[in-house]
Every structure is written in C-alpha cells, then in structure tokens.
C-alpha cells in the first residue's frame, strides 16, 4: 500500500458527461500529480501540484481541470467526456515535488461508453 | 522537453537468469531516475531510484547504473522469479515532472 487512495475505483459514465476523480496524498507530501494511462500506452502527463499551487502542467487537454485543496487533496475533473478519455487515471503524491520519491494510488479506471 | 526511450518493449526470461531493460534520457538537466513496477490492475510501485551523483545503486535482486555521459540508465534483475512478472517504467524528472518510457512488459517463465 503506497499511502495515496483514489476514489473512485472504477467509474462508467456516458459521453459528453463530467466526472470528478477524487486523490489524497501519502500524510505529509505537499505534490500530487496527474497522470493519464490508456490500453497499451505508457504514462501521460496532465499536471502538478504543491501546496495548492499548479507547478507543472503537461498534455492536459482544456476540457480536463485540476486543484488541490487546503487540506492537500487534490480533484480531477473531466467534462464532456468521449469515448477516447477511457483509461486509467493515476495520482501519485511526493514530499515536495522536486526530484523525490513520488507514490502512485491504484488509480480509477474511466470508461466512457 | 526530455524525452525517454525505453528498450525492449518485452522480454522473455527464464526463470533464475538475469534481465536488464534499458533506457536513454535527452536532457543533460535531468537528475533523477527512479524505476517503477506495475502489476496487473495496479498503480506504478516505485522499486529503485537513482540520482545524477551516483553510478550504481542495489537493492537485494535489483540494481540501476546510470551513465550521465551517455544519457542512458539501465535496471538489472537477477535471478528472476515469476513474481517478477509485470511492466516496468524507467523515469527521469528534471525537476518538477517526471517523463517516463513506454515500458517493458517482463515475462519469467518457471
């Protein structure tokens, strides 16, 4: 167990619909990041935060948004969903974001049908 | 921005010899390599790591060289175990983000 939890596990929603994907970090790391993994593809960027400040964002699309809150759980909310956003969505939280050991929660698989 | 490249995409051991899967980084900045471990169904479990003022690092069955000059960072199993079994993702983050490789799927055969 890595200490980060994500919920919801498993999520099937209908297309041009919005989720909100919920992360809590491991007790005391201030980053979380964001990460996309589709069937047979490798891990993609969305962004990062510390401390409830956005620090790095990578190929987030705009329909995608993200924030961490006071209490350093962070959301991820998709909207208008299609058929090609179906795929595991990951957090992984870090100490302080740079150049640390970062943890992965077991994600939440995201079918859009 | 880094881009890394990971090789093989799969491969086949048998079960007691050694597997190495190797990967190359492009940007000299840089200096942090950490290696993860995903199971089917799972999140990424972070197994090593190794920094840019390091050569080698070992943990038991596992062990990372990097080699700064080259720009490329391998991982090295020995004496595999089916449980070894899974997809592994070498990393390297220049600082805030981390870029990882397309990863290998490693097979132990018993």
């Known amino acids: 167990d890595s200490g980060v939890t994500q919920t919801p596990k498993h999520l099937i929603t209908a297309t041009g619909q919005r989720v909100t994907l919920r992360c809590s970090p491991r007790s005391g790391d201030l980053s979380v990041y964001w990460y996309q993994q589709s069937l047979d593809q490798g891990l993609q960027f969305l962004i990062q935060?510390?401390?409830?400040?956005?620090?790095a964002k990578g190929n987030i699309l705009e329909r995608f948004s993200a924030q961490q809150f006071p209490d350093l759980h962070s959301e991820l909310n998709l909207s208008s969903l299609e058929l090609g956003d179906s795929a595991l969505y990951f957090c992984?939280?870090?100490?302080?974001?740079?150049?640390?050991?970062?943890?992965f929660g077991q994600g939440t698989r995201l079918t859009v049908v | 921005g880094e881009n890394v490249e990971q090789h093989p995409s799969t491969l086949s051991v048998q079960e007691g010899d050694s597997a190495v899967i190797k990967c190359t980084y492009s940007?000299?900045?840089?200096?942090?390599f950490p290696w993860y471990k995903q199971e089917l169904g799972k999140g990424p479990q972070l197994i090593i790591d190794?920094?840019?003022?390091?050569g080698e690092k070992k943990d038991q069955r596992i062990a990372v060289t990097l080699n700064k000059t080259a720009k490329h960072f391998s991982l090295h199993i020995t004496e595999t175990q089916p449980e070894d079994s899974a997809v592994y993702f070498c990393?390297?983050?220049?600082?805030?983000?981390?870029?990882f490789g397309t990863g290998t799927s490693l097979t132990v055969i018993p």
């Open positions: 935060y510390y401390n409830g400040e956005e620090r």
């Open positions: 190794i920094r840019s003022n390091v």
């Open positions: 940007d000299s900045a840089s200096n942090y």
């Open positions: 990393a390297a983050s220049t600082g805030n983000q981390f870029y």
């Open positions: 992984a939280s870090s100490p302080t974001g740079k150049n640390t050991e970062a943890f």
